[in-house]
């Protein structure tokens, strides 16, 4: 459970920190990710890192048990295979970029969805027992 906490105390408070960037930027939103649009070399980095933060995630704590930790492990899983696709494929996904980035409900909703975990994640970590 230790180690269910630490990884937690990293996610979530960096999972509020993003949803926080999202909601202050939603009117950017689509100015700050059309550059992307024409960098696939940046989708493929944000793979590259977001697949070892899930490798990591998953080499130390791969545990399917019940309980809420099992929500560190699909935190990690989900980093890993979404590293590998934005990996795989930079071009397709660059391109697919400028199109979500357009639609700031679905930037909102992903923000509240991510603020949710978020504070869930912050809450185990620091303050359950």
């Known amino acids: 459970m230790e180690i269910s906490k630490t990884i937690a105390g990293l996610m979530g408070p960096t999972l509020v920190a993003l949803a926080a960037a999202l909601f202050a930027n939603i009117d950017s939103i689509s100015a700050l990710v059309e550059p992307v649009s024409h960098d696939p070399a940046l989708v493929l980095v944000s793979g ?66 991510l603020l949710a975990i978020g504070a869930f994640l912050s809450y185990k970590a620091y303050m359950s027992s």
């Open 48 to 113: 590259v890192l977001s697949f070892v933060a899930g490798l990591a995630i998953v080499r130390v704590h791969n545990h399917w048990g019940g309980g809420w930790a099992i929500l560190v492990t699909i935190l990690g899983w989900l980093l890993l295979v979404g590293g590998l696709i934005r990996m795989l494929f930079p071009v397709s996904l660059s391109g697919l970029a400028a199109i979500v980035g357009k639609n700031t409900g679905l930037i909102a909703a992903e923000a509240i969805v």
